[in-house]
């Protein structure tokens, strides 16, 4: 059985650090790319950040660029979204997903696998 399996989230105060990981089961994660999105009530899925299978392709959100860090560890099967200087904008529900294609795609619709996803809150 396939799994994404987030964690990490939490509660911090605005400037803080955190990271995310997302430990995959049933794949060899080394082939897919690896995505992170976020979703607030009332708004659209966001793309945050991706990395391919290898790790030699990323791409970061405008909104995250110079603050988020997507990595990747394929011999734990994991991967991860260092946050730091988190601020309130932040607060979401933030998902990670992989594309067994390894497209490193922003679109939510080129992912075939997601997490339940890990809550983080900021506070101000």
């Known amino acids: 059985q396939v799994q994404l399996v987030e964690s990490g989230g939490g509660l911090v105060q605005d400037g803080a650090s955190l990271r995310l990981s997302c430990v995959a089961s049933?794949?060899?994660?080394?082939?897919?790319?690896v995505g992170w999105f976020r979703r607030t009530p009332g708004k659209e899925r966001e793309f945050v950040a991706a990395?391919?299978?290898?790790?030699?392709?990323?791409k970061y959100g405008d909104s995250v660029k110079g603050r988020f860090t997507i990595s990747r560890d394929n011999t734990k099967n994991t991967a991860y979204l260092q946050m730091n200087n988190v601020h309130s904008d932040d607060t979401a529900t933030y998902f990670c997903a992989a594309d067994g294609l390894d497209r490193v795609a922003e679109s939510a619709f080129r992912y075939d696998r997601w997490g339940r996803g890990t809550q983080v809150t900021v506070a101000s």
């Open positions: 990395a391919s299978g290898n790790g030699a392709i990323i």
């Open positions: 049933g794949l060899t994660l080394h082939v897919y790319a």
